[in-house]
T-cell receptor, first 109, second 115 residues
Framework: GQNIDQPTEMTATEGAIVQINCTYQTSGFNGLFWYQQHAGEAPTFLSYNVLDGLEEKGRFSSFLSRSKGYSYLLLKELQMKDSASYLCAVRDSNYQLIWGAGTKLIIKP | DAMVIQNPRYQVTQFGKPVTLSCSQTLNHNVMYWYQQKSSQAPKLLFHYYDKDFNNEADTPDNFQSRRPNTSFCFLDIRSPGLGDAAMYLC??????????????FGSGTQLSVL
């Protein structure tokens, strides 16, 4: 079966750095997405990786290793508004999106 | 400037009473999706439309139906809601390119409660 694993919950301090990991086992690979979802709201797109390496976008960066079936989302200079769930999703060989359950990130002052 | 609009934001229905959720888009995307998401769980794809072609997920209950009368609008009909159908229902759109990098644009969701 296809599977996406993420930690259920993480806690970090305002101003710090946090890394949210995602591992996947899917039937083929056509890219990996990270979405941010605030409580009670819809997911919003953060990043897309299809090649190995690090993609930086402001305070947020996303890394991919296809050989290891692994990605992480790195958030720097954490702000209180970054408190949200972060969803990892992989597009498989049939172009279906396989979603993780998300990592709830709690930011403390 | 909302691009994917869902109505209503909150919907309360009674056990067994049919309910319809609506979604509209101004992006002119050819693919529209309906997801069900329960608290702290991954979004679960119910069905999607590629233009007018309807694609039902194998494990979507018959209780859930959908209509897409035109490019801009899509509806989710729950014929006889049960307590287990209480969830956030997310509509999303994308432009199919066949390259894998098609990101989904989500509406704000409809939170359905079943009493």
């Amino acid at each position: 079966g296809q599977n996406i694993d993420q930690p259920t919950e993480m806690t970090a301090t305002e101003g710090a750095i946090v890394q949210i990991n995602c591992t996947y086992q899917t039937s083929g690979f056509n890219g990996l997405f990270w979405y941010q979802q605030h409580a009670g709201e819809a997911p919003t797109f953060l990043s897309y990786n299809v090649l190995d390496g690090l993609e930086e976008k402001g305070r947020f960066s996303s890394f991919l290793s296809r050989s290891k079936g692994y990605s992480y989302l790195l958030l720097k200079e954490l702000q209180m508004k970054d408190s949200a769930s972060y969803l990892c999703a992989v597009r498989d060989s049939n172009y279906q999106l396989i979603w993780g359950a998300g990592t709830k990130l709690i930011i403390k002052p | 400037d909302a691009m994917v609009i869902q109505n209503p934001r909150y919907q309360v229905t009674q056990f067994g009473k049919p309910v319809t959720l609506s979604c509209s888009q101004t992006l002119n995307h050819n693919v529209m999706y309906w997801y069900q998401q329960k608290s702290s769980q991954a979004p679960k794809l119910l069905f999607h439309y590629y233009d007018k072609d309807f694609n039902n997920e194998a494990d979507t209950p018959d209780n859930f139906q959908s209509r897409r009368p035109n490019t801009s609008f899509c509806f989710l009909d729950i014929r006889s809601p049960g307590l287990g159908d209480a969830a956030m229902y997310l509509c999303a759109t994308s432009r199919h390119t066949g390259t894998g990098n098609e990101k989904l644009f989500f509406g704000s969701g409809t939170q359905l409660s079943v009493l």
